[in-house]
């Protein structure tokens, strides 16, 4: 568990991701990616801009879209195989904090994408989950499958089967 401090860029208020914001490897999901102008109106660039579909980074912290250096727009290349910035919709990417990043002649920390894609496995459904075996049947019941929960659960087949009896 990590201790709650305050990092020391914390107050310069950036309008993006920083190696200030992430305390441990966190995976998101890219909603969007876009080419925007630098919104801390330090430069006149244009940047490769993430936005993530994940609203708070931690409880009651908004989380801010994340500038894509170049090594880190080739991580994104390779994670989604394509060259193209809108089809990095909806990848699933680990970020972290690299001590080792080079910025000029200094060295600093920097934020890097993995360049293996995160593995997220999904929750087993039971009867002993009595309130998502309850949602699982009134999906059933709703849409006649189970394909909506299935996208977020595994389900055994004995217990679809159940739920499909309970929703008789």
Known sequence: M??????????????????????????????????????SKKTKDVFNTVYFAEQFIRAGEALKPMILNAHNSRVMKELTGSHFIDDWKDQKITIYVDKNVRFGKDTVEG??????????????????????????????????????????????????????????
């Open 2 to 39: 990590t201790q709650e401090k305050t990092h020391y860029r914390k107050a310069f208020n950036s309008p993006y991701l920083s190696s200030a914001d992430i305390v441990e490897p966190t995976v998101l999901t890219v909603k969007s990616c876009k080419l925007e102008g630098d919104k």
């Open 111 to 168: 934020l890097r994408i993995s360049t293996v894609a995160p593995v997220i496995q999904k929750p087993t459904l039971t009867p002993d989950n009595q309130n998502a075996w309850e949602r699982a049947i009134q999906a059933f019941r709703r849409d006649g499958h189970l394909n909506a929960v299935l996208e977020h659960m595994v389900i055994s087949e004995e217990n679809q089967k159940l739920i499909e009896a309970a929703s008789v």
